[in-house]
């Protein structure tokens, strides 16, 4: 059986100022669609995982990173698809959510956040993202 292919993606936790944390829910169509996720995608050749970040918020929801920090590294294989997650904490940003690509998107709280369903390879970002939100 030929491994699965690592897909390489750079992936946004941005929390506003009320303690809430920015989530998307992916398309049907797409791998692991209808579940939530924290926002990002690939990381395209020749590219840094700020400027892919960079774009891909703008790409998915019109917002810009002005500064961010690593997180943490996630690695999960689904069987049919590797993942390789590079999460950053977005300190500043600009630009106004909205969904450029049609999806639904929100702004989650703790409650909210256990509520939802995510991918396998989100739940140590949804540890992480539990105890910064349990900060304030």
């Known amino acids: 059986m030929p491994e699965a292919k690592q897909v390489h993606v750079a992936v946004a936790v ?21 579940l939530w996720e924290f926002p990002g995608g690939k990381v395209e050749a020749g590219e840094t995982l700020l400027s892919a970040l960079d774009r891909e918020l703008h790409e ?15 690695s999960h294989n689904y069987g049919d698809k590797q993942v390789l997650l590079d999460v950053w904490q977005v300190t ?26 995510f991918p396998a390879a989100n739940v140590p970002i949804l540890e992480v993202v539990e105890k910064l939100l349990a900060r304030g």
């Open 14 to 34: 941005v929390i506003n100022t009320t303690a809430q944390v920015l989530i998307s829910k992916r398309a049907e169509h797409q791998h692991q669609g209808g």
């Open 60 to 74: 998915e929801l019109n917002l810009h990173v002005d500064s961010a920090e690593p997180l943490l590294s996630v």
């Open 92 to 117: 500043r940003f600009h630009g106004e959510v909205q969904a450029n690509e049609g999806q639904q998107w929100l702004w989650a709280d703790i409650t909210k956040l256990q509520s939802l369903d």
